[in-house]
């Protein structure tokens, strides 16, 4: 079972990021404590970061719910690797990057792989780029992510793609991050925000796309914190995403979805994944795209997820 309601979070929880933050190369990282145990083996579970790049704070809660059974790794962008500036520039090239560490990292044995928003695409590629060498690949658990070129997504000329975004309307007050974090700045980011995104729909470009070309995740994503080769990384990797043309998927997938979307956006994430890959079971989750990942809303991911993870290696172990 997934730990309770009111465990604190790992006491290791400050070591480990300093650890990983010293190992600036590395790009498997332990997220949990039974993850840095070295007694009797556990299923490990291997996550792709978002698109940030990095793998820590966004799996940090749902890392602990899944103590002490479920060693969880995160996959990250190595932080010394960022300032190349072909670093990120491709899907395929970032997957083959991370299946490599992976197959290095754990050489033997089924992998159970994953991804978070932008990391749902890497995870898809690198499955493909790691039964290409040999590996066993379980199903992947996506958490709210979805490659973006599957033209099947519902045309916004739709009746049924407007109705789908009134119905948002109330989610997204009830449980939306803006009502959670409450503070000024995120007040002033969201409205500004919303008012580019209407501007950019009214003219016909995507969330997202560029006056005269390209993509920019500035507008989706507040990225103002971070260094500039961070910034630069984050924007080559989302260029990278819209760029990617993924193919059909035989696999298994288990795809994690947001009940709540983005006031004046309507990913279709669970119908996109089972027109490319029809073997796709779509869990809803309350929550945004971000509170999902997080109190309150994070625990039934995790139960979801722990059911999944032990089934499967259960019957691997049979």
Not at 171 to 195: E, P, Q, V, Y
């Amino acid at each position: 079972m997934s730990a309770p309601l009111s465990t604190a979070l790992p006491r290791n929880t400050n070591a480990l990021f300093a650890h990983a933050s010293r190992n600036s190369e590395r790009t498997i990282v332990p997220i949990n404590d039974c993850a840095l145990a070295t007694d009797a083996p556990r299923p490990a579970f291997y996550c792709v970061h978002s698109a940030s790049g990095v793998a820590g704070t966004d799996f940090l809660d749902l890392a602990r719910l899944l103590e002490p059974t479920i060693r969880f790794y995160g996959i990250q962008a190595p932080p010394k690797r960022m300032p190349d500036i072909e670093f990120g520039t491709s899907v395929q090239s970032l997957a083959e990057h991370y299946a490599v560490a992976l197959h290095k990292f754990q050489p033997e044995g089924p992998l159970l792989l994953g991804g978070y928003c932008v990391g749902a695409v890497i995870a898809l590629a690198m499955a493909d780029k790691l039964r290409e060498l040999g590996r066993e690949v379980g199903p992947l658990l996506m958490i709210d992510g979805v490659p973006e070129n599957t033209g099947v997504a519902l045309s916004r000329w739709k009746l049924r793609y407007w109705f789908e975004l009134a119905r948002n309307v109330r989610g997204w007050f009830a449980h939306g991050d803006l009502m959670r974090s409450r503070t000024l700045r995120s007040l002033i980011w969201s409205i500004s925000n919303n008012a580019t995104a209407i501007g950019k729909r009214a003219i016909g470009l995507k969330r997202g796309q560029k006056l005269g070309g390209g993509y920019a995740i500035e507008g989706i994503m507040d990225v103002s914190r971070y260094p500039p080769v961070h910034r630069s990384f984050v924007n080559r990797l989302f260029q990278a995403l819209f760029d990617y043309r993924p193919k059909s998927y035989s696999g298994s997938v288990i795809v994690y979805e947001a009940t709540v979307k983005p006031l004046l956006y309507l990913p279709q994430i669970g119908r996109i994944w089972q027109k490319f890959a029809p073997q796709a079971e779509v869990v809803e989750v309350v929550g945004t795209h971000i509170s999902m990942m997080h109190d309150p809303y994070v625990h039934a991911l995790a139960n979801d997820m722990h059911k999944r993870i032990t089934a499967f290696f259960s019957v691997n172990a049979a």
